[in-house]
Each structure stands twice: as C-alpha cells, then as structure tokens.
C-alpha cells in the first residue's frame, strides 16, 4: 500500500497537518485510482502531481517515482508552461477558477515524443480540509480519431484553436439541438456540418446540403418542400422535397444569411411545426430533421437592420459554434497543406511537397480565403512546378493592396489596370474572380459591388469553380 504523504508531503491530499493528513475515510489513493483503466492524475493547485495511476505511468512510461513531484505539463506537454499560456483550454485552469468539471481536447506527448489525441475530463476534489486537487481522466482516443474523415475529405489540424472547435463539434452533435457555425469564407464550414452529421446519432441518416445563397426564389417551396404532379406549369411528376429527404438525418443550410425575408418566413413555419406540404399537396407531412446551420455574416447584426428574422435566428441558433480563421491557427498549414497537396496528387495523378521555402512563405501569409484558398494556391503551384517539390517561387499568393474602389461601376473598372484581370467572362463571372477576391481580403460583399451583381452570384460562381 502506497502513502502519498511519503512520496510527496508537500502535496498529497489533506497536507495541512500530519494530523489531518490522513485521506477521508481512510482510503488509500492509489488503491482508488488504479481502479481505473484509463490514465488518471491528482494535481494539486502548483500543477505537481501527487498521484497516478498504473495505466498513467504506463501511457508515459514512467515510474510512480519519477511522475510524483513534476508538473502535468512537463509530463503530457514536455513544456516547461502550463497549457493555458500556449493557448491551450486547460481544465487545470478551468477547475480551479470555477470548481465546475471541464472537458477538453488536447494532443498528448509520450516519452518518445508521439503525438496523440486524448479527451481529458476535469473534476474538482476536496480533501477533508477543504483543499481542491484537479482529478484528471485521459481518454487516448483511437487513431482514427486523429483527423475527422467525412467520406474522401479530412478536417485536419492541431492548433488549440482548431482543437477547441473540434471538442465543441464532438461535444454538440451529441444532442440534437440545432447548430449555426460562423465562420469566414472557405474555413471549413461544410466540413464542419459534415463532421457534425457524422459524430451524431442521425450518423445513418441522409446530410442534405442546401445552398441556400444559389436557391432561386421561385424555386424555394418545390426544392425544399417538394411538389405533387402538375403543381404547376411544366411539372411532370411528384417530387420529395430536401426537408423531406433530410427525415432522420440532418438538414445542412449552407450561407443562411444569403435567404431573402420571403423565403426566412417560409423555412421557419417548416422549422417550427417540423410539418410541411409539398407544393400543390393537401396532405400534411411531418419529418424528423436535425438542422445545421452555415453563414459567414453576423445574423443578429441583421436581425437588428431587419435583415434577417430574430425568430428564425434563435431557432437556428441553439447551438453556435465559431470556426477560427487560417490566420488564427497559423501551426495548422503544414499539416492541411500537405492533406490538400495528397488530394491533388490523387486527381492529377502525381506527387508534390513543399520546400522548406514555400512552407515558410505559406506559415507567413494571412489567406483571406482561409483553407479554400490554400487549395487554390497549392493547386496552381503544382501544375507550376517542373518537378515534385514545390519552390516559394511557385506560390502566388501576393496580397495586393485593396484601391479605394467605393465609387467604382463595372465601366469603370474597365479602365482601371489593378483591376482589367477580372475582366468579364460570358455570364458575366469574371477571369480571376480568386485574384479579385484575394485583392478584397475575402470580401465577396466588396467584391459583388465592385461587379455589380449580388453577392449570391459570387458565391454561386465560387461553389461553381471548388
Ligand atoms: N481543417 C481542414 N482540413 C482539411 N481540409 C479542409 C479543412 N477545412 C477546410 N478544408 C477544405 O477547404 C475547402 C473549403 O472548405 P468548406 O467548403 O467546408 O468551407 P466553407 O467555410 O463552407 O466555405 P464557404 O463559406 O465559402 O461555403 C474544402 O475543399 C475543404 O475540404
């Protein structure tokens, strides 16, 4: 039988004096958590740990010995500071500012330094003098659960920004609340919707994605709804409508800010009776469909400009989760640079890394059009170089500064030299709608201005070229 007390005084449960060292009830510590299968740590307020047990000792390869005493972070990190100060949502900084339980999840070092992704739950636990320590219970996820996979695409990343995300994505499609992610253009939301989908009980169903930027007006009730035979002119046979696809699966509405007010007050009575009629049907139908939400505007903003309907919002808005901008996870570039790199290898048939150059010059950069335009930049790059390995050279990615273009009409950007690339294609979608784009830091708004078509054009002609 162990004694804490021996191993560490300074630190052990119920310290204050050799009299009320003894733990409650006289339990021994160890005994207690070597119960447990997985790793498990009591952490006292400095970050020392004062037990561990067998399955921890084992996952670091560790003796009790040499694990008592040092700092948590030291041991899961190999970092001389606690996670918070690298960014890091630290339960041990959570648990004792609120005394709530916190749940994370974070990238584990062993001693031969192999990364791993673990969930670690929190808990607060007093000793009989009401001293708090931080039990910890690691959960090694598998390794699959690296990455995200949904079908051929994986979310990849391992920035605490983007590990926070993933916890929040893990943690909401749990329930079934519906979920609205914000996030900047080409972040990641589709995948995120996608991923959402996948970790929830609706796994097996149907993800219907419906983009409600590209949507036409007229067509809104028929796609959404469904139509019976001869609902109107030309309309040949009964249609099920995506609502009613989406029955026992989710229901993703892509660019939800882009719906017009019309359509807003059609899709929440849907929302709110979960009933509907297909187009020129008396019947009344139900369906059981979780709803995903997408937009990269502020939709309460809106609200308040009378754009977007407050009601509708909170019913799509249970649930908010933000997805951070490239530029905030800088240490994610590598790694989805050389997923995407994978991805165009297999479409081209042919193989491309980077230069240690390139990877610099793609580290500094902002990328306005977040992972999107990565994709774009690395694709052009390696149908750019003459060998395997691609040169800073290669990437062309230089940001130009944005003109003062307010008073700018389409005519007028005829004449102007910045801007003759974009010169209009038929159909009106321009040469180098990604060069424009890239010139207004991602600002399609800016960009339908400048065009002088609406920003649901821009966005179509976007889904149209990815
Ligand atoms: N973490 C990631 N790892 C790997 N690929 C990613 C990641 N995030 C996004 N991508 C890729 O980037 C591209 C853009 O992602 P996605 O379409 O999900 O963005 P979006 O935020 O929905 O864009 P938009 O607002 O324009 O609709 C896709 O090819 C997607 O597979």
Redesign the pocket.
């Known amino acids: 039988m162990m004694d804490m007390r021996n191993r560490n005084p300074s630190s052990s449960l119920g310290h204050k004096s050799t009299q009320k060292s003894k733990p409650a009830l006289g339990l021994d510590v160890q005994s207690v958590l070597n119960i447990q299968q997985n790793p498990m740590v009591l952490i006292d307020e400095h970050y020392r740990i004062i037990a561990a047990n067998r399955a921890y000792q084992e996952a670091y390869g560790m003796q009790a010995d040499e694990v008592l005493g040092r700092c948590c972070h030291e041991i899961s990190h190999h970092s001389p500071v606690p996670c918070h100060m690298r960014g890091e949502d630290c339960p041990h900084q959570a648990v004792f500012t609120t005394g709530e339980a916190h749940e994370v999840r974070h990238i584990h070092y062993d001693h031969q330094n192999h990364a791993e992704h673990v969930r670690i739950r929190g808990h607060a636990i007093k000793d009989q003098d009401g001293n708090t320590y931080l039990g910890e219970e690691i959960i090694r996820l598998p390794h699959q659960d690296d990455e995200i996979t949904c079908g051929e695409?994986?979310?990849?990343?391992r920035s605490p920004a983007?590990l926070k995300c993933l916890h929040h994505i893990e943690m909401s499609a749990r329930t079934d609340a519906s979920i609205l992610l914000y996030?900047e253009?080409?972040?990641?939301?589709?995948?995120?919707a996608s991923a959402l989908h996948q970790f929830s009980a609706r796994a097996a169903g149907a993800f219907i994605t419906v983009d409600c930027a590209s949507l036409p007006e007229t067509l809104f009730e028929s796609e959404i709804l469904g139509h019976e035979r001869g609902a109107f002119t030309g309309c040949l046979g009964r249609k099920r409508g995506l609502y009613e696809m989406a029955d026992g699966g989710t229901l993703f509405l892509?660019?939800v800010g882009e719906l017009p007010l019309s359509m807003q007050a059609k899709l929440l009575r849907v929302l709110e009776t979960g009933t509907f009629r297909r187009l020129g049907g008396a019947e009344t139908l139900q369906a059981n469909v979780r709803i995903i939400a997408?937009t990269?505007r502020n939709l309460l903003e809106m609200a308040g400009q009378r754009q977007f309907r407050e009601d509708l919002y909170y019913r799509l808005a249970a649930i908010t989760i933000d997805?951070p901008p490239l530029r905030e996870r800088r240490e994610?570039i590598p790694g989805?640079a050389s997923?995407?790199l994978e991805r165009i290898g297999k479409s081209w048939g042919g193989q491309w890394s980077l230069s240690k150059e390139a990877e610099k010059r793609l580290f500094a950069y902002d990328f306005p059009g977040?992972?999107?335009e990565l994709?774009n930049i690395l694709q052009k790059a390696a149908a750019l170089a003459d060998g395997p390995v691609i040169q800073a050279s290669h990437l062309d990615f230089e940001l130009p500064q944005p003109k003062a273009v307010s008073h700018l009409s389409v005519s007028d950007e005829v004449n102007d030299s910045v801007i003759r690339p974009t010169a209009l294609r038929n159909g009106g979608q321009p040469d180098d709608l990604d060069g424009l784009l890239r010139q207004y830091r991602g600002n399609r708004r800016r960009v339908a201005e400048i065009l002088g078509v609406s920003e649901r054009t821009v966005?179509r002609w976007?889904r149209r070229g990815?």
């Open positions: 695409m994986r979310m990849v990343g983007f996030g253009s080409g972040v990641g939301k589709e995948l995120a892509d660019e997408a990269n997805l994610d989805i997923v995407l977040n992972v999107r994709r966005y976007l990815s």
